[in-house]
C-alpha cells in the first residue's frame, strides 16, 4: 500500500511518464504510425486520469502544500505554478474534445484541435514535475 507521503513522487513521475508518452505519440503519428500513436496517447490519457486521482487524493488529506522558498526562486515558483494550474483546468475539456473527436473519426477536426492541445498538455504534464521539484527538493533556506 503507498502512503499519502509518497502520493507527490507517484504524482510527478505519472506526469514525467504522460510527458513521454505525449512525445512518442506525436512522434508516431508524424511517422504515420497511426495505431502506435493511438495507443500512446491512450496511454497518456490514462496516465494522466491516474495522476488526476492521486492528486485528489494527496489535497484531500495534506490540504495545500506552502513553498517555503524565498528570495528570487519563490515569483519564480508561483508564475510557473499559475500557468501550470491555469492550463490544467483548461485541458480537461480539450483532451476530452480530442479523443472525442479522434474516436469519432473525424480526423482533420481532431488535428485541428490537437495542433493546441498537444503543446498545452505537455507543457501541464512537465510542469507539474517541475513544481513538485521546486516543492518538495529545490528548497534552499535563504536562497
Not at 8 to 23: F, G, K, Q, R
Not at 43 to 72: E, P, T
Amino acid at each position: 500500500m503507498i502512503a499519502i507521503a509518497d502520493l507527490p513522487a507517484l504524482n510527478a513521475t505519472l506526469n514525467a511518464l504522460a510527458a513521454c508518452l505525449l512525445v512518442a505519440g506525436y512522434v508516431l503519428i508524424r511517422s504515420r504510425r497511426v495505431l502506435a500513436h493511438r495507443i500512446c496517447m491512450l496511454c497518456a490519457f490514462a496516465v494522466s486520469s491516474a495522476f488526476l486521482i492521486s492528486y485528489c487524493v494527496y489535497h484531500y488529506h495534506v490540504g495545500d502544500v506552502r513553498f517555503q522558498g524565498q528570495g528570487w526562486i519563490r515569483p519564480l515558483y508561483f508564475t510557473i505554478l499559475i500557468t501550470h494550474v491555469s492550463l490544467a483546468a483548461a485541458i480537461i475539456p480539450l483532451v476530452l474534445i480530442t479523443l472525442r473527436r479522434a474516436f469519432s473519426e473525424r480526423f482533420p477536426a481532431h488535428r485541428k484541435i490537437a495542433r493546441v492541445t498537444l503543446p498545452l498538455w505537455l507543457y501541464v504534464s512537465v510542469t507539474g514535475v517541475i513544481v513538485y521539484l521546486m516543492l518538495f527538493h529545490w528548497y534552499v533556506p535563504g536562497s
